[in-house]
């Protein structure tokens, strides 16, 4: 096991780093006035701040591919994720509340929020620009929905069901809303969507640590349908030399470690398995791990080896520096599997 940075550095880290290891690692209240000045700094800080104008224009860009990390509504996943746990009695940023607010008026009956998109008739799409789902998109909405206290509206949870009985005995496929015709991604129609399965966990992982002792939350996490994303995802692993579902592989450039956790790269599903008790005991996920600590520094920091351009000014958008941020989110994962 890798040597873990000291807490004097993640507290005179980030502002992001400060909370988040307040919060996660030092298990500090929400409601302490360390953490509440923690939130404070963070909400406050020009790198949040760029990501709140963006959600406060929801839904921004029309959606045409759900690989960039400039896409709206993976800053509202990201900013979910550094404000998850922060207690109702601190409000919701008006930028979020107002994004959440035009989310909820183009949520179906069926508990799924749309974005708008455009899908070439060549793929099987429509060709023009529709408000519509894909199940690479629609879990990151409506775990943003639960991380911002949304976890109890019944809409909500009846997003979360529609989506879980979408999953087959491999784990979540590749689906769209019935707005975009027959388009499919580019794999066969008996394999997982491996972003698809990996970002359904994480919305389940995050509706029971939003909801602790919900009877639902906690039936929809131990469900067959996530054990089966969950064995997707090892699996996939297991095999990474000669299975790529859908085009996601596991190779090198999966490997490099990278932040935040916007697509599908080996921290952010070491993150998300740990997440869950099926997963952090099995040798797969355990051999994942290795791979992740591997990467240490002697003195337990880590250096980010694959950056994305939208978040050069934040602490992992740099690769010739230790990343505070990196070291939280292993560290994290590592808290789990020692609970396994």
Known sequence: ????????????????????????????????????????????????????????????????????????????GFLAELLAGSGPGDGIDPAIGAAIARIRERTDADGIPRLPM?????????GVETWAWALCDAPILLRARVRFGGA???????GIRTLV?????????????????SFRGPGRKADPCPFATLILLELLAAFREEA???????????????????????DCWEKSGDRHPYMFFMGKDFR????????????????????????????????????VRSKARPDGTFVPESVYQPYKAWDFGQKKEPSPWLAVAVERIEARAAGA
């Open 212 to 234: 602790p002792g919900d009877p639902e939350a906690e039936a929809l996490a131990e469900g067959s349908e996530a054990a089966a994303g969950v064995e997707a995802l090892l």
């Open 1 to 76: 096991m890798a040597v873990s940075p000291s807490v004097e550095g993640f507290l005179s880290g980030p502002p992001w780093v400060r909370y988040r290891h307040l919060l996660d690692l030092a298990g500090v209240p929400p409601d302490a006035q360390e953490v509440r000045s923690a939130r404070g700094d963070l909400l406050a800080a020009p790198e949040v701040r760029a990501l709140l104008a963006d959600v406060a224009a929801w839904p921004g860009t029309v959606l045409a591919s759900h690989r960039s990390p400039s896409q709206t509504f993976h800053s509202l």
């Open 152 to 158: 109890s509206e019944p809409l909500v949870r009846r």
């Open 165 to 181: 009985a979408m999953a087959e005995p491999f784990g979540w496929p590749c689906r769209v809303a019935p707005e975009l015709g």
């Open 118 to 126: 455009t899908y070439p008739e060549h793929f099987g799409g429509p």
């Open 256 to 291: 490099k470690l990278k932040a935040p956790g916007l697509w599908y790269d080996i921290l952010h599903v070491a993150d998300v398995l740990s997440r869950f008790p099926k997963a952090r005991g099995d040798p797969r996920f355990r051999d994942m791990l290795s791979v």
